[in-house]
């Protein structure tokens, strides 16, 4: 069965909306896994920013909460299992560890 056999109908026609843009490349992305949350990086690898977003079901769209400036250089990053936390994994080999305010 390929893709062809599974996505037809009218909801395929209207299944991908742009919801968001950015000014600058977005190079990674993630959600939290109760799909709330989603934080992205924004920028190259040397100065780069770590945006932290929620999902706006009734508007359909993205909303950014938090912007964090970093010069380390994120390279990947990922929510904890329970999606409390965001890990990033620096290009200069630390790690950082960031609060989901749920709030």
């Not at 896994?33 to 993205?62: I, T």
């Not at 990947?76 to 999606?83: E, I, N, Q, R």
Request: charged share 25%; glycine share 12%.
């Amino acid at each position: 069965m390929g893709v062809r056999d599974v996505i037809r109908g009218d909801f395929a026609k209207n299944s991908l909306q742009e919801i968001a843009e950015f000014d600058d490349r977005l190079s990674s992305l993630a959600t939290d896994p109760l799909g709330q949350f989603w934080v992205g990086q924004l920028g190259s690898e040397g100065a780069s920013k770590v945006v932290v977003g929620v999902v706006d079901q009734e508007e359909k769209g993205v909303k950014i909460r938090q912007s964090i400036d970093t010069i380390h250089g994120c390279l990947k990053l990922a929510f904890s299992p329970d999606g409390s936390h965001v890990g990033t994994v620096n290009a200069d080999g630390s790690y950082s560890l960031f609060k989901v305010n749920r709030n």
